[in-house]
């Protein structure tokens, strides 16, 4: 067969072709028989249904079937939608100029090839697969009688559904792929058949789909650069101290308290991207706090534990370090709900002075809307995962990563299957893929905690309702200035959710909406920015009601936050202080020790 250049496609070599699928079956064989072991040792099945969907699914049937006059509408509005693809397929082939009926999202990437829109048999199959996925999402969405969680999570679990059968993940509905597959021979597929067993046999009996080269990168190499030391060490962090870069740096020093479900260096991937660097490069005294990778030896670490030995043993240590008593203090995430956590308990304490200023990155501590991340957190759904982590005293970094990619299939499964499977590709070396890869895990007690009295219970809105270190906590006494950046499409902590603090801090509040996500509208520098921002100084009102005064602005918020950190620390500058200058000598250079530790799970 000719390829359409006109060459002859290429056949692979039968005896090499026969070796690849010689060594697959063999290997194969031994993952089947690894898996049987398994199973016959534990003397138990797997839980085929954690996440608790069957029984959604199940309300979902019985509240379509009290309304079957509705089924039907909606079945006959699908025969319709058929009917006029088919008469416009038809008048396609007959040369008619003919738009078509439905198209993919802007965002949507999975259909960018040339032949999804110039060839009629895929333009086709395309546009059938959107009208049917549209159907079963509007049809789900549009049933009564189900309490607001079950529709979420059969909501989000459809949408799972229709991601997996789009026609992009099949060998001979994807163009792509079947231009691949002739013009190579089919080695594709036989190299993609490789690249799953080599997955298998790494992931321990779950199937973990590499994403990117992780030997192409190296932490503290060509990750996590930016020169520092490591001045103080717990059982739960490491406290990194960077070099300075100008001759003055800001008297009030910075820390950044970074998630501990991920390694800190988000914030400083490359030099041209790192939040650390440039923040350094603006005169700030830089502090981080690398979180400890946790074995079954730190199961029993709790929330309050983490609160003690992390921002508040900071505190004291850069206090030490640099003799001052106020610090600017940055959260990111679930680091930005332990500031907060922190900020209420040193108020009690009457040590809330310590924090000169808090800013939060993508933080939620109020969890009424959580996203799609509250689909995964029910009653049966965290009881089945307390008795999985009591098992092992902490939770597998790749359980974690496996839902927050749930969160992005297309682009965070699919996207990997098609290349790596169906493409016989190797994965692009991506920093921020090796990142997301390495993954850190959670102590049973703390994580127990964090899910069920915040995401289950929304307990730390709540006057006195949550408890740390023996103390009653209430956000709304907390009364240092904070800045609040929140991300327009954040599927982690939606947007609204992270401007209700903005109605129940006491103290001064911006609130700065930037584009994009989680990740990328936090790490948008300066100097090529992607994404612009939104800022309005009228926080009275809800948040929809603060976008519509917003005005935008081009470029990062970086230079904004900035100023206003500046602002509060009484731009006051003091000549340059280096890592050792104060009481605290360095243990060892940055990154350190913990952020090396690596996940096996």
Same mark, same amino acid.
């Given at each position: 067969?000719?390829?359409?250049?006109?060459?002859?496609?290429?056949?692979?070599?039968?005896?090499?072709?026969?070796?690849?699928?010689?060594?697959?079956?063999?290997?194969?064989?031994?993952?089947?028989?690894?898996?049987?072991?398994?199973?016959?040792?534990?003397?138990?099945?797997?839980?085929?249904?954690?996440?608790?969907?069957?029984?959604?699914?199940?309300?979902?049937?019985?509240?379509?079937?009290?309304?079957?006059?509705?089924?039907?509408?909606?079945?006959?509005?699908?025969?319709?939608?058929?009917?006029?693809?088919?008469?416009?397929?038809?008048?396609?082939?007959?040369?008619?100029?003919?738009?078509?009926?439905?198209?993919?999202?802007?965002?949507?990437?999975?259909?960018?090839?040339?032949?999804?829109?110039?060839?009629?048999?895929?333009?086709?199959?395309?546009?059938?697969?959107?009208?049917?996925?549209?159907?079963?999402?509007?049809?789900?969405?549009?049933?009564?009688?189900?309490?607001?969680?079950?529709?979420?999570?059969?909501?989000?679990?459809?949408?799972?559904?229709?991601?997996?059968?789009?026609?992009?993940?099949?060998?001979?509905?994807?163009?792509?792929?079947?231009?691949?597959?002739?013009?190579?021979?089919?080695?594709?597929?036989?190299?993609?058949?490789?690249?799953?067993?080599?997955?298998?046999?790494?992931?321990?009996?779950?199937?973990?789909?590499?994403?990117?080269?992780?030997?192409?990168?190296?932490?503290?190499?060509?990750?996590?650069?930016?020169?520092?030391?490591?001045?103080?060490?717990?059982?739960?962090?490491?406290?990194?101290?960077?070099?300075?870069?100008?001759?003055?740096?800001?008297?009030?020093?910075?820390?950044?308290?970074?998630?501990?479900?991920?390694?800190?260096?988000?914030?400083?991937?490359?030099?041209?991207?790192?939040?650390?660097?440039?923040?350094?490069?603006?005169?700030?005294?830089?502090?981080?706090?690398?979180?400890?990778?946790?074995?079954?030896?730190?199961?029993?670490?709790?929330?309050?534990?983490?609160?003690?030995?992390?921002?508040?043993?900071?505190?004291?240590?850069?206090?030490?370090?640099?003799?001052?008593?106020?610090?600017?203090?940055?959260?990111?995430?679930? %680091? #930005?709900?332990? /500031? *907060?956590?922190?900020?209420?308990? @040193?108020?009690?304490? =009457?040590?809330?002075?310590?924090?000169?200023?808090?800013?939060?990155?993508?933080?939620?501590?109020?969890?009424?809307?959580?996203?799609?991340?509250?689909?995964?957190?029910?009653?049966?759904?965290?009881?089945?995962?307390?008795?999985?982590?009591?098992?092992?005293?902490?939770?597998?970094?790749?359980?974690?990563?496996?839902?927050?990619?749930?969160?992005?299939?297309?682009?965070?499964?699919?996207?990997?299957?098609?290349?790596?499977?169906?493409?016989?590709?190797?994965?692009?070396?991506?920093?921020?893929?090796?990142?997301?890869?390495?993954?850190?895990?959670?102590?049973?007690?703390?994580?127990?905690?964090?899910?069920?009295?915040?995401?289950?219970?929304?307990?730390?809105?709540?006057? %006195? #309702?949550?408890? /740390? *270190?023996?103390?009653?906590?209430? @956000?709304?006494?907390? =009364?240092?200035?904070?800045?609040?950046?929140?991300?327009?499409?954040?599927?982690?902590?939606?947007?609204?959710?992270?401007?209700?603090?903005?109605?129940?801090?006491?103290?001064?509040?911006?609130?700065?909406?930037?584009?994009?996500?989680?990740?990328?509208?936090?790490?948008?520098?300066?100097?090529?920015?992607?994404?612009?921002?939104?800022?309005?100084?009228?926080?009275?009102?809800?948040?929809?009601?603060?976008?519509?005064?917003?005005?935008?602005?081009?470029?990062?918020?970086?230079?904004?936050?900035?100023?206003?950190?500046?602002?509060?620390?009484?731009?006051?500058?003091?000549?340059?202080?280096?890592?050792?200058?104060?009481?605290?000598?360095?243990?060892?250079?940055?990154?350190?020790?913990?952020?090396?530790?690596?996940?096996?799970?």
């Amino acid at each position: 067969m000719d390829d359409q250049s006109g060459n002859a496609a290429s056949l692979p070599d039968p005896t090499e072709m026969s070796k690849s699928m010689a060594s697959i079956a063999e290997r194969s064989q031994k993952l089947v028989a690894e898996f049987v072991n398994r199973q016959m040792a534990s003397g138990s099945l797997p839980d085929t249904d954690p996440m608790n969907v069957s029984e959604a699914f199940m309300e979902l049937s019985r509240q379509m079937m009290a309304n079957p006059a509705k089924m039907m509408e909606s079945s006959m509005n699908l025969w319709s939608d058929y009917l006029s693809l088919w008469q416009t397929t038809t008048q396609r082939m007959m040369g008619a100029d003919v738009g078509p009926m439905v198209t993919p999202a802007k965002d949507d990437h999975r259909f960018r090839d040339d032949a999804w829109a110039d060839n009629q048999v895929f333009d086709f199959v395309k546009q059938s697969y959107l009208l049917t996925s549209r159907w079963m999402q509007s049809s789900v969405s549009a049933v009564d009688g189900m309490d607001k969680k079950t529709a979420e999570k059969v909501d989000f679990y459809t949408r799972q559904f229709t991601d997996a059968l789009s026609p992009s993940n099949f060998v001979m509905t994807n163009p792509e792929v079947l231009r691949a597959t002739m013009e190579s021979g089919g080695e594709n597929l036989v190299k993609g058949l490789e690249n799953l067993i080599a997955d298998m046999e790494n992931s321990d009996g779950q199937l973990r789909i590499k994403m990117t080269d992780p030997d192409a990168f190296q932490v503290g190499e060509n990750v996590a650069t930016t020169p520092g030391k490591v001045v103080f060490r717990n059982d739960l962090m490491e406290l990194l101290q960077f070099n300075p870069t100008t001759e003055e740096t800001v008297k009030t020093p910075l820390l950044i308290i970074p998630p501990w479900i991920n390694k800190y260096y988000i914030l400083d991937l490359r030099e041209k991207n790192s939040f650390i660097k440039w923040a350094t490069d603006q005169g700030h005294s830089v502090f981080v706090i690398s979180w400890v990778n946790p074995d079954a030896e730190l199961a029993a670490k709790s929330f309050d534990d983490y609160m003690l030995e992390g921002p508040v043993a900071a505190l004291d240590a850069i206090e030490k370090a640099t003799g001052e008593k106020k610090t600017n203090v940055i959260g990111y995430c679930i %680091g #930005g709900t332990l /500031l *907060a956590s922190a900020l209420a308990y @040193l108020t009690v304490k =009457k040590q809330d002075k310590r924090v000169n200023s808090a800013t939060f990155f993508t933080t939620m501590v109020d969890f009424t809307e959580a996203g799609d991340l509250g689909i995964f957190i029910d009653e049966a759904q965290l009881s089945s995962l307390e008795e999985k982590m009591e098992e092992r005293g902490y939770l597998e970094g790749s359980e974690m990563a496996t839902t927050f990619n749930m969160l992005r299939s297309n682009d965070l499964i699919w996207s990997f299957v098609i290349n790596n499977y169906l493409l016989g590709k190797d994965p692009f070396p991506f920093d921020l893929l090796y990142w997301n890869s390495d993954s850190t895990r959670m102590p049973a007690a703390m994580h127990s905690f964090y899910l069920r009295k915040m995401y289950l219970e929304n307990k730390l809105i709540e006057p %006195g #309702g949550l408890e /740390l *270190a023996g103390v009653k906590i209430d @956000l709304s006494t907390i =009364k240092v200035p904070t800045y609040i950046v929140a991300t327009r499409e954040d599927h982690i902590a939606p947007w609204k959710s992270a401007y209700a603090p903005t109605q129940i801090y006491s103290g001064p509040t911006r609130f700065v909406l930037a584009g994009s996500g989680h990740i990328a509208g936090v790490v948008n520098p300066p100097a090529k920015p992607k994404y612009g921002h939104w800022t309005n100084d009228d926080l009275s009102g809800s948040a929809d009601e603060w976008l519509n005064g917003a005005e935008e602005h081009v470029g990062s918020w970086w230079p904004n936050w900035d100023s206003w950190a500046k602002e509060r620390a009484g731009n006051a500058m003091i000549p340059a202080r280096k890592p050792g200058d104060g009481k605290l000598k360095p243990l060892c250079d940055a990154p350190g020790e913990y952020v090396m530790m690596k996940a096996e799970g």
